[in-house]
């Protein structure tokens, strides 16, 4: 089982960077599936997260508006566009799948994948 995530770049803010999370190795049908980030110092917090219909998701304050996940079962595959980037975004970003829907922290994850550095440059 992988998750492999990519897209991650330099952005200027107010730019816009695509991540996609593509899963290898299984399916994961049925589960909820998350996006987090790491900054260096800092604890590794929830971005967004999106149930297996996509009928429902969820955004951490700090991105809502700007952020939009989305996913495509057919591909296994998870996207997160990042819009209205801020420097404050710059982080490494991590997608994840969960044991609980709707779980906003790390340890309701069993799969993650390598992570993507996202850097924005004011």
């Known amino acids: 089982v992988q998750l492999q995530a990519s897209g991650g770049g330099l952005a200027q803010a107010g730019g816009s960077l695509r991540l996609s999370c593509a899963a290898f190795g299984r399916t994961f049908v049925g589960s909820y599936m998350g996006w987090f980030r790491q900054a260096p110092g800092k604890e590794r917090e929830f971005v967004a997260g999106i149930s297996w219909s996509g009928g429902s998701t969820e955004y951490a304050n700090s991105v809502k508006g700007r952020f939009t996940v989305s996913r495509d079962n057919a591909k296994n595959t998870m996207y997160l566009q990042m819009n209205s980037l801020k420097p404050e975004d710059t982080a490494v970003y991590y997608c994840?799948?969960?044991?609980?829907?709707?779980?906003?922290?790390?340890?309701?994850?069993?799969?993650w994948g390598q992570g993507t550095q996202v850097t924005v440059s004011s």
């Open positions: 994840a799948v969960g044991r609980v829907a709707g779980c906003w922290l790390p340890d309701g994850y069993d799969y």
